[in-house]
């Protein structure tokens, strides 16, 4: 017994000796966190300095073009003919094609592309899903040239069937942007469906509980509750538009026309700029240099779209706990 009694008491004295030492909350090092978070902040510094140095570039080679006695501010946002070689320098045929291309692309593009999220996110079963949303995103993968010989090889010809030769063009804005809407689709419907798979279920069971149908509750509860994201991937794929370029470069002409007729050829931002450049330019020439003013232009309108989805992310985004 005097032996137990000696042994508990040293139990005892160690636990008290123990929850009186203070802990150490310290943080201990862990090499291999260090090693990741000081890669990822080296990416993120690589990112921002290359996206500085491409605004750089595009800025003093546009202060040259513009500080040309022959080129005018005004005349280059307000001008309707682009000939560099004669001293025209409107941007406005080259601006109206990219619109022009984007508009059609949208039309294509954001109705089935939502309607496919919806169709994934709200009908779908998880295998049907697990099986088609891979399939959606591959298209997304094929390289655009493909894109740009589907639109001449199969777009146009069925255009100009439908619509009359005489009427269609060989390159033209509608054969180009529809496909050009073809590879946007798989970016909304993947951001869409990501959006729509956030609203918690339980509006769902609520709406469902009051008796309204799949249907009723797909467009009268979660797309309304997912609408900033929808938005904001809607205007996403307005930036992919604008900024896309094969496509535009094989299909839609290659020669600056300011026309509203989509079955005419007419050359965008993007499709001048792959074109120019692929001929023989000297260095600092005005031809060179224009180049880059109208990058800075289309980078100008890319960021806008961008600033404008964020900001209505932030605006319209709800918050579920």
């Known amino acids: 017994m005097a032996e137990q009694a000696r042994v508990g008491a040293e139990s005892r004295v160690t636990v008290a000796s123990s929850t009186t ?5 310290r943080k201990r090092p862990r090499i291999g966190e260090s090693i990741i978070q000081t890669i990822l902040f080296l990416c993120g510094v690589v990112s921002i300095f290359t996206t500085l140095g491409i605004v750089f ?14 080129v005018s501010l005004i005349a280059f946002f307000t ?28 039309l294509v593009a954001i109705p089935l592309g939502i309607g496919a999220a919806i169709y994934l996110s709200e009908y779908a079963t998880p295998r049907a899903r697990s099986i088609l949303k891979p399939i959606l995103e591959v298209l997304a993968g094929v390289p655009t040239v ?33 496909v050009v809407g073809i590879l946007i689709i798989p970016l909304i419907a993947s951001l869409s469906e990501d959006a729509l798979s956030a609203v918690p279920s339980a509006l769902r069971q609520a709406s ?10 797909a467009t009268k509860v979660v ?56 001929g023989d330019l000297s260095y600092n020439s005005i031809d060179y240099t224009s180049i880059f003013a109208i990058g800075l232009l289309l980078f100008l309108i890319t960021l806008t779209l961008n600033i404008i989805s964020r900001y209505i992310v932030k605006r319209f985004r709800e918050v579920y706990e």
């Open 146 to 178: 493909v894109y740009g010989y589907f639109a001449i090889s199969f777009m146009t010809p069925l255009l100009r069937g439908a619509f009359g030769e005489e009427t269609v063009q060989i390159y033209n804005t509608a054969s180009a942007g529809i």
């Open 79 to 106: 001008g309707f003919d682009w000939q560099p070689i004669i001293g025209r320098f409107g941007v406005l045929p080259l601006v109206n094609a990219t619109f022009m291309v984007t508009v059609i692309a949208m």
């Open 223 to 278: 797309v309304p509750s997912a609408l900033s994201g929808i938005i904001a991937a809607c205007i996403i794929g307005i930036s992919r538009a604008v900024g896309e370029t094969m496509i535009v470069a094989l299909a839609a002409g290659a020669g600056p026309n300011f026309t509203f007729n989509p079955f005419a050829s007419a050359e965008t931002m993007t499709g001048h700029i792959a074109r120019i450049s692929g």
């Open 57 to 70: 570039v595009l800025v003093e080679e546009s202060l040259l073009f513009f500080a040309d006695e022959r």
């Open 21 to 25: 030492r203070p802990l150490d909350l």
């Open 208 to 217: 469902y509980g009051l008796g309204a149908t799949r249907l009723e509750t």
